[in-house]
T-cell receptor, first 112, second 115 residues
């Protein structure tokens, strides 16, 4: 019940395409859902985050869609660029627990 | 600001050896974490700390120990290294201000191979 399931494991898109990465969870106590971006040889860094009281959040070319009833959320990257090639992790946490549960990661490659 | 600094960057251990992975942060963050990253497995929490003198187990604590004597430092100790501990280890920290909205700040990792 503590798992966050992420798919796909890898994704290749052409420049300008819209890659979509999906995550699903079971624990309804989760109330904060961040996405982290990791470049090779570096640690992950926060990209964007959402709480379940909103259905969508946009920051630049990155959008999170959230479906509370289905317990699913997804990351969309508009007008993707080769510089977006990285590994993306979804995560979930419950307020006051301090712990973040991460998905298994999606390796994205954007072709020039 | 250096952020979160991890040393060493790479290490090869023989089975049964011990070592300490160092982690220090200069952001005065209360919360610190150790994760391991394995291909296709994501990030698994090993141990975390909510302040100096306070530590707790995460998802995969077996074979590891931690201590938190200062706010800045959170070393991870491997006793009797095993091949299953071959992984990339990440230390992270975050402030308590802003609650969950405060992001995790990760170091650049330590790549450990146990042979």
């Amino acid at each position: 019940q503590q798992q966050v399931k992420q798919s796909p494991q890898s994704l290749i898109v052409q420049k300008g395409g819209i890659p979509i990465i999906n995550c699903a969870y079971e624990n309804t106590a989760f109330d904060y859902f961040p996405w982290y971006q990791q470049f090779p040889g570096k640690g992950p860094a926060l990209l964007i985050a959402i709480r379940p009281d909103v259905s969508e959040k946009k920051e630049g070319r990155f959008t999170i869609s959230f479906n509370k009833s289905a317990k699913q959320f997804s990351l969309h990257i508009m007008d993707s660029q080769p510089g977006d090639s990285a590994t993306y992790f979804c995560a979930a946490t419950t307020s006051g627990t301090y712990k973040y549960i991460f998905g298994t990661g999606t390796r994205l490659k954007v072709l020039a | 600001n250096a952020g979160v600094t991890q040393t060493p960057k790479f290490r090869i251990l023989k089975i049964g050896q011990s070592m300490t992975l160092q982690c220090t942060q200069d952001m005065n963050h209360n919360y610190m974490y150790w994760y391991r990253q394995d291909p296709g497995m994501g990030l698994k929490l090993i141990y975390y700390s909510v302040g100096a003198g306070i530590t707790d187990k995460g998802e995969v604590p077996n074979g590891y120990n931690v201590s938190r004597s200062t706010t800045e430092d959170f070393p991870l100790r491997l006793e009797l290294a095993a091949p299953s501990q071959t992984s990339v280890y990440f230390c992270a920290s975050r402030t308590y201000r802003g609650g969950e909205n405060s992001p995790l700040h990760f170091g650049n990792g330590t790549r450990l191979t146990v042979t």
